[in-house]
């Protein structure tokens, strides 16, 4: 289970509060990602990193933000403009060269289930 | 941008039966398609994949196959076991970054 870690497991929020979730991976992943897993939904992207210091919107980014200081971390910020965040979180990592295409397996962290009230 | 379709959502089948869960991509451009396991309360997890040079690959009991030309691949398990019981992800590449995931496929396995 080592490699890719996500804290807290479970975090409960007030509505119009800012949330941070944490992601860390030990791997040497050049590449980590973001996704937003609801029911019936399957797994939509967030945000995802390429490289330190740069990062791309996924397909669901209005609410969100993000920062990659460090290639072992990438942090998830939900914040109040985020209309209905309550869902788990999954973070993932892989191998991605440069100039590569996206071939490559994503490994997954446990993920933090986020309730806003 | 790409889409990913994958049906059925939910399948019932007794152990020792075949399961087969069906995608379709729309990016043409797509090469490279996973699929991922998650059982209840863990993480999604890697159990095939096949890139568009192939048409079928094969671990043990599981098979993926991928017909590019109607853009559809799909995951077949045989002599299914209770175990084989969790929420299955197909997914796609688009563009040169990122992966697409279908909406998932819950599948019960009936000892």
């Known amino acids: 289970d080592g490699g890719i870690t996500q804290s807290p497991k479970y975090l409960f929020r007030k509505e119009g509060q800012n949330v941070t979730l944490s992601c860390e991976q030990n791997?040497?992943?050049?590449?980590m990602y973001w996704y937003r897993q609801d029911p019936g939904q399957g797994l939509r992207l967030i945000y995802y990193s390429q490289i330190v210091n740069d990062f791309q919107k996924g397909d669901i980014a209005e609410g969100y933000s993000v920062s990659r200081e460090k290639k072992e971390s990438f942090p998830l910020t939900v914040t109040s403009a985020q209309k209905n965040p309550t869902a788990f979180y999954l973070c993932?990592?892989?191998?991605?060269?440069?100039?590569?295409?996206?071939?490559?397996?994503?490994?997954f962290g446990p993920g933090t289930r986020l309730t806003v009230t | 941008g790409e889409n990913v379709e994958q049906h059925p959502s939910t399948l019932s089948v007794q152990e020792g039966d075949s399961a087969v869960i069906k995608c379709t991509y729309s990016d043409s451009a797509s090469n490279y398609f996973p699929w991922y396991k998650q059982e209840l309360g863990k993480r999604p997890q890697l159990i095939i994949d096949?890139?568009?040079?192939?048409g079928e690959k094969k671990d043990q009991r599981i098979a993926v196959t991928l017909n590019k030309t109607a853009k559809h691949f799909s995951l077949h398990i045989t002599e299914t076991q209770p175990e084989d019981s969790a929420v299955y992800f197909c997914?796609?590449?688009?563009?040169?970054?990122?992966?697409?995931f279908g909406t998932g496929t819950r599948l019960l396995v009936s000892p």
């Open positions: 096949i890139r568009s040079n192939v």
């Open positions: 791997l040497n992943h050049d590449a």
């Open positions: 997914a796609a590449n688009t563009g040169f970054q990122k992966l697409v």
């Open positions: 993932a990592s892989s191998m991605f060269p440069a100039g590569a295409r996206n071939e490559y397996e994503q490994y």
